[in-house]
């Protein structure tokens, strides 16, 4: 199975602070990676290395020519006011594979409207993004991430502003897509991701790679990857960390 | 209305008309660009900085609006290159390339031996006295604007929009941010020759923000801005005429009093 991605002995910075240093990981077709850590760990750091919107210090990265990224920022960073409409925002996303100079053409104008009716927001074509809620938003950028068919699918946090009646769904559907494509997502809530991602990266300075998505706090603790871990599932509580004398 | 047919037997004042349709084009579009960038500020900086430029040519003694445009592109390049390239943040280099083009103009304007430019002209610009070479770079610049944004607009709003997401597409996003970069100064440099500084500002302005309060889409807010600052501007040129007063500061205030009025209808409705 050939890599999309390899990182290889990756130290990068952000604002001349060195937040990673020699991170190795490497991302095949179906995989699906959970990525946490704490804030300011370089999470988010790790993701513009791979986006290449980062240059690292040292370390090579080596993309598949397969690769093709579809990549939902995280929904803080946009800002709500630009007038445009949902139905444009989603159909920027074909740049992924589109010349900057190419029109929309009739295929991509039909996936904007599956995609928007998939998400329930078919009669919103005309909508301005501004108008959207929290989630709405998230899933016109899920959206625009996924209408030009990407074999990798990079997510940012998604589950920030996602209403709970949309989380579940919102993983199920990552579910499906990983089986069309490899999916790495970045979250603060670990316990949440641990049931339907299959590996999980720990981020803090450095990145443990976790070959399987079950994770306890010792091994957390192992990996110097301070995060508290929040158990959802069967059991309603939440793991806390032993009581008493560290 | 005989006096209004008389007026358009003058042929200042057809030329005049013709100055501010073709402005209003440009400002409309670009206008619109700036405002929804957040980039307001930019153009302040830009079109300040300029004046530099225009200085040294006087001293010099070539055309001061070619001093003015190439002062222009380099700020508007230089700010562009600064804030993403140099690490200095984006209003610091504004203000730093405002002020220090401001100060270069005054040095050699001062140091041009007796010959004192009419300032008032830079201020509020000379739509009167508009000439036919004038009219040619307006249209010429108004069609460029046309042009570039039916066929590229989607990679444009991509760029605009979400830099970060355009870069990760591929799009060649410093290619798109120099060049428009390069075009928002050249339009406010030919602006500046017939509206004056102040009168561009509101221009670029006024219209795109009125124009936002309705508009769902940067395509619709261009078309409603380039409407607006017909209206206004033309509708400022006749008062002016009529009442015998100073057109620029006529046409900002019909500029703002469109705005005005346009943002109180909506908020009663």
Wanted: proline share 3%; net charge neutral.
């Amino acid at each position: 199975m050939e890599p999309l991605i390899q990182l290889d002995n990756i130290r990068a910075a952000y604002d001349k602070n060195v937040v990673l240093n020699q991170v190795n990981l490497t991302v095949h077709s179906n995989d699906f990676i959970g990525i946490i850590g704490p804030n300011g760990g370089g999470k988010t750091t790790l993701l513009k290395v791979i986006l290449n919107l980062i240059q690292p210090l040292s370390g090579r990265i080596i993309k598949s020519d397969k690769v093709n990224i579809g990549y939902l920022p995280q929904v803080n960073t946009i800002d709500k006011q630009f007038p445009v409409t949902i139905k444009d925002v989603v159909l920027s996303g074909r740049f992924a594979t589109d010349k900057w100079w190419k029109r929309a053409n009739k295929e991509q104008l039909i996936r904007v409207d599956e995609l928007l009716e998939f998400i329930g927001l078919d009669r919103s074509h005309n909508v301005p993004i501004g108008e959207l809620s929290g989630g709405q938003m998230q899933r016109v950028f899920l959206c625009r991430a996924l209408i030009s068919n990407p074999n990798l699918l990079i997510l940012d946090e998604p589950n920030t502003y996602v209403d709970k009646t949309f989380e579940a769904n919102l993983y199920n559907l990552l579910g499906e897509l990983n089986e069309q494509m490899a999916i790495l997502l970045v979250s603060h809530d670990v316990g949440t991701i641990s049931s339907m991602v299959k590996t999980i990266a720990c981020v803090n300075g450095g990145l443990h790679y976790h070959p399987s998505n079950k994770i306890t706090n010792e091994i957390l603790q192992s990996y110097n990857c301070p995060i508290e871990l929040v158990s959802h599932g069967h059991v309603p509580h939440r793991v806390l960390k032993h009581h008493g004398h560290e | 209305m005989n006096e209004l047919l008389e007026l358009f037997s003058f042929a200042f004042f057809r030329n005049a008309l013709l100055a501010a349709l073709l402005s209003s084009i440009i400002a409309g579009i670009i206008g619109s660009y700036i405002v929804a960038r957040r980039n307001v500020f930019i153009s302040s900086g830009i079109t300040h900085a300029s004046f530099g430029g225009m200085g040294i040519a006087y001293y010099l003694g070539f055309p001061p609006f070619l001093g003015a445009g190439i002062f222009a592109v380099l700020s508007a390049l230089g700010i562009e290159w600064s804030s993403s390239k140099a690490g200095i943040r984006e209003d610091s280099s504004i203000a730093i390339l405002w002020s220090l083009g401001m100060a270069i103009g005054i040095l050699f304007v001062f140091l041009t031996p007796g010959y004192t430019p009419n300032l008032m002209g830079f201020l509020f610009g000379d739509i009167l006295t508009v000439k036919v070479t004038d009219l040619i770079w307006l249209a010429g610049t108004a069609m460029l604007c046309i042009i570039l944004i039916s066929l590229y607009y989607q990679a444009i709003v991509t760029v605009a929009f979400d830099a970060d997401f355009a870069k990760v597409s591929g799009l060649p996003v410093q290619t798109i941010k120099y060049i428009s970069a390069a075009l928002v100064s050249i339009a406010i440099v030919l602006s500046i020759k017939v509206m004056g500084i102040i009168l561009v500002l509101s221009l670029f302005t006024i219209p795109a923000a009125a124009a936002n309060l309705y508009a769902k889409n940067l395509n619709k807010v261009m078309i409603g801005a380039v409407l607006i600052s017909v209206v206004g501007s033309l509708s400022g040129l006749l008062i002016a005429y009529f009442l015998d007063l100073p057109s620029g500061a006529t046409i900002i205030f019909t500029l703002t009093v469109l705005f005005v009025v346009l943002k109180m209808i909506k908020l009663i409705r």
